[in-house]
């Protein structure tokens, strides 16, 4: 078990590594990059130009940490929280600032300042990020020891620097850039030709991704009435369906393969790839390059199709999972045409790649909202929750960090703080990816300012292209390469410092220095107390169960012709998605916590097979339905639903009606004579036994070895 345990670090350690040096160029976004650096310099270049150096590096980096949270909240930042972000930013300077003489007192600020910014984590990684900048403002910043006069105008030079960067934010961006989302939905596309082509036994997890980021850059409001969005809408409707069908037709592969001959699956897979290649065809198109013909793609897919067909003609009904597959396929090569009829006719501008701020609410304030969100830190303030930890390691850390680097006379001791603070996570494989990446990034940002600075001895003028170079190359491989991103904003901050100082070299070098230090404070800070994921796991398998529960509500009156809205039955199916791909990152951050808790990591992943076939099942019902298939309602198919739907809700938590679940197969067994009796469609039952099988896997997993899983 200690050397299964140390193969598992070993591996974690070793992927990690690999993580952080890691470049991908797909991701590189150099217009929006420039776009995002244009404001640091302006400022940076005005502050020079009045004559304040200071001034000149307050405002520069307060309109850098603006550029990062909106790198973080990409492709839709609130500019409510930008704002909040500003003002927070220009709080701590001043609080930092004129508490600074004393030092126990600028301590014991620290503590409680600290403890808010961890607390934040329970709203998302966009407000944990701004809470984080509070603190680097506060011991960064902060450490300018002034009169309240001095504090004031510092904290109003980051203030201006942050507002231009908000500003930049929403001015360089309107008109609204349509090609950013015609590329968003041509990666969805492409994703979609992965989810295709892929073992059907792993999840649509890249895909849901991609169609998720594409209709966030098309729901921003100012885009409504335009007709070109109308008809990217309407694309990624259709990606949508093709989704859905895809993976219902995974869930039938599988089970295919457990009934069939594998031939039958390879033979899928071949009509399949041209059916990819057409997507992939339409992602072409959408990105205006040339020699992009889907539809010939899909005329391969027609043949390839047509071979299948006449494999299977006169088949008898025991393979009607194959059937089944062929049926999805049919449906598959209709939702590909229409996609690339609406393709071709979508339009072809090709304004700026960028991202946009969501409109914000500036009249009124939300109580409501506001006792919601008080009524939620409440809730986490208690020992078992990750961020309750995690605001009283970072309360306890940073300003330990703060009194070991005054303790020890270190050159800019400052640093040590920062370096915990944005290194120090809730959980080990963040604080463990992020950190090696942000040391890595250190090392890459020290080197480059030491050799351009060192070798240059630039002015003022040439600082500032150094600055936008620097800031260009930060932003733009903010999503390639995160150590390369680093790398360069400490490059930035660097050559912005180098105004003020003249050995650059040493302020590299303690920069490095510091971040090594620190980086080793805030791991043992966790180690320490750690989180145990025994917590966040019950979480997400509750809200996992629930969701698939109120899923399986809706596809049921789907398949009975019980009127429904459309828009519930996606509202409800998305939920599902969400939370299983929350219960899939929270088994992965388990997996990589050093100190296990008892964590089984193979029944957990286990457990996500299991909810993954629940949910394609109830797809399948669901896309049978759509299709016009409709069954009676009757005693025996209630009962099923109302059996189904309670061990669901047993599985999230819930105190069970009675001492042991109903038998679902026994139940399953009757509604199947009854659909027989009814001259049913053959696919309803099909479909209604592997979702029996999958509950049934699920429950008898979580009773037989409930550590890790839900329901303990």
């Not at 650096?37 to 270049?45: H, K």
């Not at 600028?106 to 944990?128: E, K, R």
């Not at 901050?493 to 650059?504: E, R």
């Not at 309670?646 to 105190?655: K, M, Q, Y």
Request: glycine fraction near 6%; charged fraction near 15%.
């Amino acid at each position: 078990m200690a050397e299964s345990s140390s193969r598992r670090t070993g591996t974690v350690h070793a992927r990690a590594i690999r993580d952080a040096l890691r470049i991908e160029l797909s991701l590189l976004s150099p217009v929006a990059g420039a776009i995002t650096a244009l404001p640091v310099a302006l400022v940076f270049a005005v502050g020079l130009s009045i004559g304040t150096t200071s001034g000149a590096i307050a405002m520069a980096i307060g309109a850098n940490l603006i550029a990062i949270v909106s790198l973080v909240g990409a492709p839709r930042l609130s500019l409510r929280l930008a704002l909040v972000d500003a003002l927070l930013l220009g709080i701590s300077v001043y609080v930092g600032t004129i508490s600074g003489s004393v030092t126990w007192l600028h301590i014991a600020i620290l503590v409680p300042w600290c403890f808010s910014a961890g607390m934040l984590d329970v709203f998302g990684q966009t407000s944990a990020t701004v809470g984080s900048q509070a603190v680097i403002a506060y011991v960064v910043l902060g450490r300018f020891i002034g009169s309240s006069l001095f504090a004031l105008h510092l904290s109003l030079f980051v203030v201006a620097g942050a507002s231009v960067e908000i500003v930049a934010l929403v001015l360089l961006r309107f008109p609204p850039s349509l090609r950013y989302q015609r590329r968003r939905i041509s990666l969805a596309l492409e994703a979609l030709s992965q989810l295709a082509l892929q073992d059907p036994s792993s999840a649509a997890t890249t895909a849901l991704a991609a169609l998720d980021d594409a209709n966030e850059v098309l729901s921003a409001s100012s885009l409504f009435g335009r007709v070109d969005a109308a008809e990217l809408r309407a694309i990624l409707d259709q990606a949508r369906r093709t989704r859905l069908q895809l993976t219902t037709l995974a869930g039938l592969r599988v089970r295919l393969r457990d009934t069939l001959s594998s031939d039958n699956d390879q033979l899928i897979t071949s009509t399949l790839r041209p059916l990819a290649s057409s997507l992939v065809a339409m992602s072409n198109t959408l990105q205006q390059q040339k020699n992009a013909n889907w539809l010939e793609n899909v005329r391969g897919f027609d043949s390839q199709l047509l071979i299948v067909e006449t494999m299977i003609e006169g088949r008898h009904d025991e393979d009607v999972t194959l059937l089944q597959c062929v049926a999805h396929l049919r449906a598959l090569g209709g939702q590909i045409r229409a996609m690339g009829k609406l393709v071709d006719s979508s339009s072809t501008s090709s304004q700026r790649r960028v991202w946009r701020p969501s409109r914000p609410q500036f009249i009124g304030f939300e109580f409501s909202q506001l006792r919601s969100n008080l009524r939620i830190v409440r809730d986490n303030v208690t020992a078992t929750s990750p961020s309750f930890r995690h605001a009283v390691r970072l309360a306890i850390a940073v300003p330990f960090a703060a009194v070991i680097g005054s303790a020890l006379s270190l050159p800019r001791s400052f640093w040590l703080a920062f370096a915990v603070a944005v290194i120090l996570k809730p959980d080990y494989s963040s604080l463990l990816h992020r950190g090696l990446s942000r040391i890595v990034g250190t090392i890459i940002g020290a080197v480059v300012a030491a050799l351009v600075i060192g070798g240059l001895h630039p002015g003022h003028a040439t600082t500032t292209v150094l600055i936008v170079l620097s800031a260009w190359i930060a932003y733009s491989t903010w999503s390639a390469s995160f150590a390369v991103s680093f790398g360069f904003v400490t490059a930035l901050v660097l050559m912005a410092l180098s105004i003020t100082t003249t050995d650059t070299l040493s302020t590299a070098l303690d920069r490095l220095l510091d971040f090594s230090l620190g980086g080793v404070i805030a791991v043992l800070a966790y180690l320490v107390w750690p989180t145990s994921p025994q917590v966040e796991l019950k979480d997400v398998w509750t809200r996992l169960y629930e969701s698939l529960a109120a899923y399986l509500v809706v596809v049921f009156d789907v398949i009975t012709s019980t009127i429904i809205a459309n828009e519930s039955v996606v509202e409800k199916s998305r939920a599902v998605r969400m939370s299983w791909v929350s219960a899939e990152a929270a088994v992965g951050r388990a997996v990589e916590e050093p100190a296990t808790f008892g964590f089984n990591a193979s029944m957990a992943r286990g457990q996500l097979v299991a909810t993954m076939r629940i949910l394609r099942s109830l797809h399948a019902l669901r896309v049978e339905g759509e299709s016009g298939v409709r069954v009676e309602r009757n005693d025996q198919l209630k009962d099923l639903e109302t059996a189904c739907h309670e061990t669901l809700t047993v599985l999230a938590g819930a105190p069970a009606t009675r001492e042991e679940v109903p038998d679902l197969r026994a139940l399953f067994v009757q509604v199947e004579r009854t659909l027989r009796d009814q001259a049913a469609p053959l696919s309803v039952p099909v479909h209604l036994d592997e979702l029996v099988n999958a509950i049934n896997t699920a429950y008898h997993m979580t009773r037989s070895v409930p550590t890790g899983l839900p329901g303990t």
